[in-house]
């Protein structure tokens, strides 16, 4: 069975600090991988996703995620964090071998201080 | 504007009623998904549908019900046997229902059972 690890359940940190967001996935297939998200009381929103290709990936809003095969993580990073960048953040992954379901980590709340 | 609607963003219920959430997309997508959304944890997926008049059981299927008789349109009804239905439930839709489809999420209903 597959999972998704994400160790910081609430990052602390200061407006224009850089920051990193850990994930780290066990499957025994290939998967896709997939960062969202969630403003308070809000649906998430895809922040980026890896299907193939370059290992890094970026977002519009300065986020960049690195896809590790042999460490088996996607952790997120961000150079200057705003405070609008205060939510919750969900990895996900999808199994390559036709499944449909997208299996999501625990989440981290990314809290950004003036 | 395209998108994925939710109601009632917020809904209560008694023990022992049944309830209905309602899930609406006019993104003319072909698949559609419902999420349980607890504190801490990341989302779980309780139904899915590819196509209409089709669904597919999620991990956590047991005291919820779904139908899909029309494409834009894929209700979940909270029955009396969920256990533990006081949530956060999010509905979300993509293309094609493939592994590499970006899944899109309404704003989501928090159930509360009084």
């Known amino acids: 069975a597959q999972s998704v690890t994400q160790l910081d359940s609430q990052v602390p940190v200061f407006e224009e600090a850089p920051v990193e967001l850990r994930c780290n996935y066990s499957s025994s297939v290939s998967v896709y991988l997939f960062w969202y998200v969630q403003y308070p009381n809000q649906g998430l929103q895809l922040l980026l996703k890896?299907?193939?290709?370059?290992?890094l990936v970026e977002s519009i809003n300065g986020f960049e995620a690195e896809f590790n095969k042999s460490q088996t993580s996607f952790h997120l990073r961000k150079p200057s964090v705003h405070i609008s960048d205060t939510a919750e953040y969900f990895c996900a992954v999808i199994r390559m071998d036709s499944s449909y379901k997208l299996i999501f980590g625990s989440g981290t709340r990314l809290l950004v201080r003036p | 504007d395209g998108g994925i609607t939710q109601s009632p963003k917020y809904l209560f219920r008694k023990e022992g009623q049944n309830v209905t959430l309602s899930c609406e997309q006019n993104?003319?997508?072909?698949?559609m998904y419902w999420y349980r959304q607890d504190p801490g944890q990341g989302l779980r997926l309780i139904y899915y549908s590819q196509i209409v008049n089709d669904f597919q059981k999620g991990d956590i299927a047991e005291g919820y019900s779904v139908s899909r008789e029309k494409k834009e349109s894929f209700p979940l009804t909270v029955t009396s046997a969920q256990k533990n239905p006081t949530a956060f439930y999010l509905c979300?839709?993509?293309?094609?229902?493939?592994?590499?489809?970006?899944?899109?999420f309404g704003p989501g209903t928090r159930l509360t059972v009084l």
């Open positions: 890896y299907l193939s290709g370059s290992t």
């Open positions: 993104l003319n997508h072909d698949a």
């Open positions: 979300a839709s993509s293309k094609f229902g493939g592994i590499q489809d970006t899944q899109y």
